[in-house]
T-cell receptor, first 111, second 111 residues
Framework: EAQVTQNPRYLITVTGKKLTVTCSQN?????MSWYRQDPGLGLRQIYY???????DKGDVPEGYKVSRKEKRNFPLILESPSPNQTSLYFC??????????FGPGTRLTVT | RKEVEQDPGPFNVPEGATVAFNCTYS??????FFWYRQDCRKEPKLLMS???SGNEDGRFTAQLNRASQYISLLIRDSKLSDSATYLC????????????FGQGTELSVKP
């Protein structure tokens, strides 16, 4: 089944404790991206990647890191999470930018 | 001014009603337009693309007005299952193919 998977789906953590949210797709898509969704603000792009070893900042990259060592994986790293990073996070992949396939989301709470 | 703006709603309509959403965008260089549907904080899914000539998919009709810089989504004969949040998405290729999401319009169809 073609899909984008994210783990974990839910995470509660404390300020400053490094965490990684994994994202994997099995559709051989070149384009992958990370978004956060907050009430009243909609989906905002954090980082995106056009291909392996090619990443670029989106609208809200501060406090996040990504890597793209393999085509299928695009992890999101929070080196020192803060409460303002409490949000719903979506990973997405796309063959052509037009149709984004989103993962199921990761709900992160930073206390 | 936000790059993509939508009326957040909620739009509460009875089954069988016709409902229309508008979405305005600020950058006249925006080049591709889409409607996504998001159910109850689940992942967004592509509903339909929006072409300059307008396009229809069953009960759904999408239109683009470049002169006034807005796109619209019309839903005829609303079903209970149409209840969701509808996200307007604009792609600006002058910004490297950046996807810009509206904050979404919530639709609730009542029996």
């Amino acid at each position: 089944e073609a899909q984008v998977t994210q783990n974990p789906r839910y995470l509660i953590t404390v300020t400053g404790k490094k965490l990684t949210v994994t994202c994997s797709q099995n559709m051989n898509h070149e384009y992958m991206s990370w978004y956060r969704q907050d009430p009243g603000l909609g989906l905002r792009q954090i980082y995106y990647s056009m291909n392996v070893e090619v990443t670029d900042k989106g609208d809200v990259p501060e406090g996040y890191k990504v890597s793209r060592k393999e085509k299928r994986n695009f992890p999101l790293i929070l080196e020192s999470p803060s409460p303002n990073q409490t949000s719903l996070y979506f990973c997405a992949s796309s063959p052509n930018l037009y149709e984004q396939y989103f993962g199921p989301g990761t709900r992160l709470t930073v206390t | 001014r936000k790059e993509v703006e939508q009326d957040p709603g909620p739009f509460n309509v009875p089954e069988g009603a016709t409902v229309a959403f508008n979405c305005t965008y600020s950058n006249s260089a925006s080049q591709s337009f889409f409607w996504y549907r998001q159910d109850c904080r689940k992942e967004p899914k592509l509903l339909m693309s929006v072409y300059s000539s307008g396009n229809e998919d069953g009960r759904f009709t999408a239109q683009l007005n470049r002169a006034s810089q807005y796109i619209s989504l019309l839903i005829r004969d609303s079903k209970l299952s149409d209840s969701a949040t509808y996200l307007c998405v604009v792609i600006d290729y002058n910004q490297g193919g950046k996807l810009i999401f509206g904050q979404g319009t919530e639709l609730s169809v009542k029996p």
